[in-house]
């Protein structure tokens, strides 16, 4: 199984709502991500996770909350939005650890998030 | 810096030819990983193909190879045999270091469009 699954698709929020992303994997993967990618740009990496704890947060705005409650989870609660903030949110895992051979970077199918 | 430059904003290519896609990368590490990554409309990232810095030969995965210069810093990806389904942005990706986190960085991409 090399998938990563992520919840919901789509997601319409108003300024003011709280709303979670959710992202799952089941390859015993111990590094996950958070990215944001605008249209026609590389993805922009947000957050990394390494063995459930934060190692990487790349300067994102408090709004933004990222969870992993455990190795196959990661989450990111969003509240008071902006409408700049409209993107697609894109979760990713790896092998992770200190594996210098560490390959591929699975990527989730994306949640494309709308703010109003 | 740039760690990872494609050149290359848009590319066509007649169904059928080869095509290459340009990337080269910065780094001071020894050890490094180079990727290739297509997004199709849909915004999927699809993994294809993988070089390490010590791998003496060239990557290949089905119509897909990769041309690793390791003195020239560069992984060009080079897709045979083009078809209509090719048509996406690719994008060229390069993790580094080692120890408890894998930072991967993107390139700007490049929108591949085949023709019939």
């Known amino acids: 199984d090399t998938e990563v699954t992520q919840t919901p698709k789509h997601l319409v929020m108003g300024m003011t709502n709280k709303k979670s992303l959710k992202c799952e994997q089941h390859?015993?993967?111990?590094?996950m991500y958070w990215y944001k990618q605008k249209a026609k740009k590389p993805p922009e990496l947000m957050f990394v996770?390494?063995?459930?704890?934060?190692?990487i947060n790349e300067s994102v705005p408090s709004r933004f909350s990222p969870e992993c409650p455990n190795s196959s989870l990661l989450n990111l609660h969003l509240h008071a939005l902006q409408p700049e903030d409209s993107a697609l949110y894109l979760c990713?895992?790896?092998?992770?650890?200190?594996?210098?051979?560490?390959?591929?970077?699975?990527f989730g199918p994306g949640t494309r998030l709308t703010v109003l | 810096a740039q760690k990872i430059t494609q050149t290359q904003p848009g590319m066509f290519v007649q169904e059928k030819e080869a095509v290459t896609l340009d990337c080269t990368y910065d780094?001071?590490?020894?050890?490094?990983?180079l990727f290739w990554y297509k997004q199709p409309s849909s915004g999927e990232m699809i993994f294809l193909i993988y070089?390490?810095?010590?791998?003496?030969q060239n990557a290949t995965e089905g119509r897909y190879s990769l041309n690793f210069q390791k003195a020239r810093k560069s992984a060009n990806l080079v897709i045979s045999a083009s078809q209509l389904g090719d048509s996406a942005m690719y994008f060229c990706?390069?993790?580094?270091?080692?120890?408890?986190?894998?930072?991967?960085?993107f390139g700007s991409g490049t929108k591949l469009n085949v023709k019939p």
């Open positions: 990706a390069m993790r580094e270091g080692r120890g408890n986190f894998n930072k991967f960085y």
């Open positions: 390859m015993g993967h111990r590094a």
């Open positions: 070089q390490g810095s010590y791998d003496e």
């Open positions: 996770y390494s063995y459930e704890k934060l190692s």
């Open positions: 990713a895992s790896s092998r992770g650890g200190s594996d210098p051979s560490g390959r591929e970077q699975f």
């Open positions: 780094t001071s590490d020894q050890s490094y990983g």
